[in-house]
C-alpha cells in the first residue's frame, strides 16, 4: 500500500492526501465574533510547515476564504493549495451570478486563480445547476478557475456531468466508517472517468477518536459544536451508541498495533479505498491543531487482518440511506440542525405555471418546441399532472451524451421539475412511458428507473420507438396524482 503523504489530483496539481478542512471556522464564528485572521493564518502556517500545504473551505464556512487571504499576502501565493466552494441558493442564477460569485472566492483569497472550484448543487429538478457548471467551466477556460470539481453529487448525476463534456476532476463527499455510501456505485464510476474522491467525515467530527471510548452518549444539543451535532445524527442512523462503541473498541485495538491513533485508523481506512484522493480533516485553526497525529497517517500501514477485523464490525452498522449527499436534499438530513433551515429558506418551483381557463394549469420550461408545437412540459387539471413526453434537450444540447442511463436520469430531473411546479412530488407517479431508441440501451435504462422509481414503482411500459432527434435515446412520459 502507497502510505506516500502526496498524490496527484490533476495533472500539475499534487496535493496532501490529508487535507486541513477549514469548515470549522463557521463553529467558531457562530456568537457572530469573527476569528483573527493573522492568528489563524500564522495557524495554517504551522500545517504547510509540517507538509500539510493542502486546504479546503467555502464560502460559507464563516471568514475562511478571508484567512486564506491573509495566509497568501503573509506567507506567500504558492504555499499551498486552496480549495472552495460556490453554494448558491436554489432557483435561477445567471451567468453575471456566477462570475461575481467566483470573483467575491478570488477577493477573499487575494488570488489570481481558484485552485479547485468544487460546486453544489441544493436540488437537481431546477435546471440551473447543469447552467451553473457550464459557466464555471467557461471561467476554467478563461483562466479564473484551474479545476473544476464537485461537492456532495450523487452517482448519478455525476453520471450526467461526465458524460455531457463538463470536465471535472474530483467529488467531494461525506466517507467514513460510519457511512459508507461511496464505496459503491460511486467508487466504480469515479474509477471509469478518473473523478477523484475527497473524503470528508473522516473523523465524524471528532467522534472517531479514543477521547469517546468508553465515554456516556453525549446528548444532541447546543453543547456540542456543529460538526460534533452532524455526526452525532449519522452515529444514530448508523445504529446507535453501542454500536458506536463497538466500532470504537476495534479501531483502538488496531491502533494500539500501529502506536497510532483511534482517529488515524478510521482517516486511514478511507485513505486506503479506491478512487480516494485525500481526506479532510477539519482544524480548530487558532485553538488546537492535529498535525503531529495527521502525520503518523503516513507512518504505518494496515494489514490484511487490520482490515478484515473493521470490516466485521461495519457489518454490524445500519446502512446510512441513499447515495452520496442525499442528506442535503432529502429525508434524514443529516446536518447539524436535522433539516436544512440552517441552510436555505425553501426551494423555488423550477419552470414557470399560467393558469388557464378551465380549470387546468401548464407547466411551460421554455423550449421552442412548445411554442411551435403547441404544448406544455406539462398540465394539472384536479388531481391529475400529466408530462409530456420529455427527452434529455437543455438548450441546444442533449444532456448525457451517449449515455443512455444519464439521459434517463436527466429526464428524471425534468418530469419531477415539473410535476413539484404543479404542486406535486415524484412520489406521487402513478404511470411512466419509456420510449428508447436502440433495444441494447433497454437494460441500463430500465436500471435507472430502478434507482429513480424502486420505493415508487408506478406502472411502467417500456417501447422501442424511432425518436426525433438523432441525439436523443431515451423519451419519457409520466402522469402523477396528487393526494
Not at 137 to 144: A, C, D, N, S
Not at 208 to 219: H, I, M, N, R, T
Request: charged share 20%; net charge negative; with cysteine.
Amino acid at each position: 500500500m502507497n502510505n506516500s503523504k502526496y498524490t496527484e489530483l490533476a495533472p500539475g496539481l499534487t496535493i496532501c492526501r490529508a487535507l486541513t478542512g477549514l469548515w470549522q471556522i463557521a463553529d467558531l464564528e457562530r456568537d457572530g465574533t469573527k476569528v483573527d485572521p493573522n492568528k489563524a493564518a500564522g495557524a495554517m502556517h504551522a500545517y504547510t510547515e509540517a507538509g500539510f500545504n493542502t486546504f479546503d473551505m467555502a464560502d460559507h464556512y464563516g471568514s475562511a476564504e478571508e484567512i486564506a487571504g491573509s495566509f497568501r499576502t503573509t506567507y506567500g501565493k504558492g504555499a499551498a493549495q486552496l480549495f472552495t466552494k460556490w453554494v448558491p441558493s436554489p432557483g435561477q442564477i445567471t451567468k453575471q451570478q456566477v462570475r461575481e460569485a467566483v470573483q467575491t472566492a478570488l477577493t477573499r483569497m487575494q488570488s489570481e486563480q481558484i485552485d479547485l472550484m468544487q460546486f453544489h448543487a441544493w436540488q437537481y429538478a431546477h435546471p440551473s445547476w447543469v447552467d451553473c457548471l457550464y459557466w464555471l467551466q467557461e471561467l476554467k477556460e478563461e483562466g479564473l478557475i484551474r479545476y473544476l470539481g464537485l461537492t456532495n453529487f450523487d452517482t448519478a448525476h455525476l453520471q450526467i456531468i461526465v458524460n455531457s463534456g463538463i470536465e471535472v476532476v474530483s467529488n467531494q463527499v461525506c466517507y467514513s466508517l460510519l457511512d459508507q455510501r461511496a464505496a459503491g456505485k460511486m467508487t466504480g464510476l469515479c474509477l471509469k472517468h478518473n473523478v477523484k474522491l475527497l473524503a470528508f467525515g473522516t473523523v465524524a467530527g471528532g467522534f472517531l477518536s479514543d477521547k469517546w471510548l468508553g465515554k456516556p452518549e453525549p446528548a444532541l444539543d447546543d453543547s456540542l459544536t456543529w460538526s460534533q451535532m452532524k455526526y452525532k445524527r449519522f452515529i444514530d442512523t448508523a445504529g446507535g451508541w453501542e454500536k458506536f462503541q463497538a466500532l470504537l473498541r476495534v479501531l483502538s485495538t488496531v491502533a494500539q498495533k500501529h502506536s497510532a491513533s483511534t482517529a488515524n485508523i478510521a482517516s486511514k481506512y478511507i485513505l486506503d479505498q479506491p478512487a480516494v484522493a485525500g481526506v479532510i480533516i477539519g482544524a480548530r485553526l487558532g485553538e488546537s491543531a492535529h498535525i503531529a497525529d495527521n502525520d503518523t497517517l503516513f507512518s504505518f500501514t494496515l494489514d490484511q487482518q487490520d482490515k478484515d477485523e473493521i470490516g466485521k464490525i461495519l457489518a454490524q452498522l445500519e446502512t446510512i440511506p441513499g447515495d452520496c449527499g442525499d442528506e442535503y436534499r432529502k429525508p434524514p438530513f443529516l446536518t447539524a440542525s436535522g433539516d436544512l433551515s440552517h441552510h436555505l429558506e425553501g426551494f423555488p418551483a423550477p419552470y414557470p405555471t399560467v393558469a388557464g381557463t378551465d380549470g387546468r394549469t401548464k407547466a411551460l420550461s421554455g423550449t421552442i418546441w412548445e411554442d411551435i408545437a403547441g404544448f406544455s412540459r406539462a398540465v394539472r387539471k384536479g388531481n391529475r399532472i400529466l408530462v409530456s413526453g420529455t427527452t434529455a434537450t437543455h438548450g441546444p444540447k442533449a444532456m448525457g451524451g451517449t449515455d443512455a442511463a444519464a439521459q434517463t436520469h436527466y429526464i428524471f430531473d425534468k418530469l419531477e421539475g415539473a410535476i413539484q411546479s404543479l404542486g406535486g412530488n415524484l412520489e406521487q407517479v402513478v404511470r411512466t412511458r419509456i420510449y428508447i431508441r436502440n433495444i441494447h440501451d433497454w437494460e441500463a435504462v430500465a436500471r435507472a428507473h430502478g434507482e429513480r422509481f424502486g420505493s415508487i414503482q408506478p406502472a411502467n411500459t417500456m417501447i422501442r420507438a424511432e425518436l426525433i432527434g438523432d441525439d436523443y435515446l431515451v423519451e419519457i412520459e409520466a402522469e402523477a396524482v396528487v393526494e
